[in-house]
């Protein structure tokens, strides 16, 4: 199994950047399809943004242009570089990883969650 891991939340101006990491440890990352999501208080959890094994990436429509999910296979590793953030980004945001086996079907590993404060 998989444990993630994330840092690089913290306080940031409105229109400024964050790189949001994910390190995994306890079994290779490569096979695993990789996604952030984020919840803000009284919201439900919402996808944010996902690539594939084959590259493949999937962007909610409010950060479509201005996040960019990546990968590091070889550091186990996957990133959310945010730019041009607003006060509407702020966020709990969490790590997911997503794998189908034969015996245990799909399972999904999160990470502790890494707190994003836009201020205005």
């Known amino acids: 199994q998989v444990q993630l891991v994330e840092s690089g939340g913290g306080l940031v101006q409105a229109g400024g950047s964050l790189r949001l990491s994910c390190t995994a440890s306890g079994s290779r990352f490569s096979p695993y399809t990789k996604a952030w999501y984020r919840q803000a208080p009284g919201k439900q959890r919402e996808l944010v943004a996902s690539?594939?094994?084959?590259?493949?990436?999937n962007y909610a429509a409010s950060v479509k242009g201005r996040f960019t999910i990546s990968t590091d296979n070889a550091k186990n590793a996957v990133y959310l570089r945010m730019n041009r953030l607003k006060p509407e980004d702020t966020a709990v945001y969490y790590c997911?990883?997503?794998?189908?086996?034969?015996?245990?079907?799909?399972?999904?590993?999160w990470g502790q969650g890494t707190q994003v404060t836009v201020s205005s």
């Open positions: 997911n990883a997503r794998i189908a086996t034969v015996l245990l079907g799909e399972s999904q590993y």
């Open positions: 690539i594939t094994t084959g590259g493949s990436t």
